[in-house]
């Protein structure tokens, strides 16, 4: 089979993309596949189109050339709010509207279900109701977003996009501007909700050992192009990390998952080589 076909298995594919924003091409040619029931990492240095290839497999962007498939479907081609129902997104920045209360902004997560005839149900209640103990902050329904701390606002946020139900979740950096504890609390909120929900979810990620640490799947880019992918183990070498980030290195075994774990080796410090400067202080 060509790898330019999507195979069974897999719930998202990107086949040929050429994308662009007005005259500069961010990404040509490229081709991806996600495999259905695992947690996908996409990592690669600043600019090298992470974020654009996740608009694109979201439909937030249409490629000018090539096809996005969900589920074997043009993406393109299947109603919005059908979309909605199967296809999660958490953008970068995610701005709740002023005085919003937490019960509020994870019901509308329930927004594709809702129609003329069917408005807001005991079922939704159930549901949303769910997706807040599920992510811890039941106990925030009738405060203000705006109230939270950053790591409770991202758990919200999670809530919001899990109402939905979709099979498939993408999380655009939901990591940034957290520190470290709350980083691993929401990426293990998110290696737990896909077990225990059997969901796909693809995240854009910058913290290369984090990524690797919860990754099932990684993609590794580079310039617009796929330079590695495939499970962490199999193909992180410290060549890999060298090229894509220009970070020579030490790949070592994580004690706690032994998995790859990146250990930056230490830079020479730099030597000065000019003139010895002329001391001109006063005698």
């Known amino acids: 089979m060509s790898d330019d076909l999507p195979r069974p298995g897999h719930?998202?594919?990107?086949?040929?993309?050429?994308?662009?924003?007005d005259d500069a091409v961010v990404a040509d040619d490229l081709h991806v596949q996600v495999?259905?029931?695992?947690?996908t990492m996409i990592v690669g240095p600043n600019g090298c189109g992470k974020s654009t290839l996740l608009k694109a497999l979201a439909r937030m962007m249409r490629p000018e050339r090539g096809t996005v498939l969900l589920?074997?479907?043009?993406?393109?081609r299947a109603p919005t709010k059908a979309i909605a129902r199967r296809l999660g997104?958490?953008?970068?920045?995610?701005?709740?509207?002023?005085?919003?209360?937490?019960g509020d902004l994870v019901s509308?997560?329930?927004?594709?279900?809702?129609?003329?005839?069917?408005?807001?149900?005991?079922?939704?209640?159930?549901?949303?109701?769910?997706a807040m103990a599920a992510t811890g902050v039941a106990q925030f329904a009738r405060r203000a977003v705006d109230e939270l701390s950053g790591g409770e606002r991202q758990r919200v946020w999670l809530a919001m996009v899990l109402a939905q139900q979709t099979q498939t979740l993408l999380l655009d950096e939901p990591t940034t501007y957290l520190d470290l504890a709350h980083q691993i609390d929401v990426l293990e909120l998110c290696a737990s909700v896909m077990a225990e929900r059997d969901m796909t979810i693809v995240v854009v990620i910058h913290e290369?050992?984090?990524?690797?640490?919860?990754?099932?799947?990684?993609?590794?880019m580079k310039a617009g192009a796929v330079q590695a992918v495939g499970a962490p183990e199999e193909i992180v070498t410290a060549e890999l990390i060298e090229d894509t980030f220009g970070l020579p290195c030490r790949i070592i075994p994580d004690p706690e998952t032994g998995k790859p774990l990146i250990v930056p080796r230490r830079r020479?410090?730099?030597?000065?080589?000019?003139?010895?400067?002329?001391?001109r202080s006063p005698a």
């Open 71 to 76: 589920d074997g479907e043009d993406i393109h």
């Open 89 to 102: 997104l958490l953008p970068q920045t995610s701005v709740a509207p002023d005085g919003i209360t937490v």
């Open 268 to 279: 020479a410090p730099a030597r000065h080589t000019g003139p010895t400067p002329v001391d």
């Open 11 to 21: 719930a998202l594919v990107g086949q040929g993309l050429r994308l662009c924003y």
């Open 108 to 130: 509308r997560g329930r927004f594709p279900y809702q129609r003329l005839l069917r408005q807001w149900s005991r079922d939704d209640e159930v549901i949303v109701n769910e």
């Open 208 to 220: 290369l050992n984090l990524a690797v640490r919860y990754a099932d799947h990684l993609i590794v």
């Open 35 to 39: 495999p259905r029931g695992a947690l």
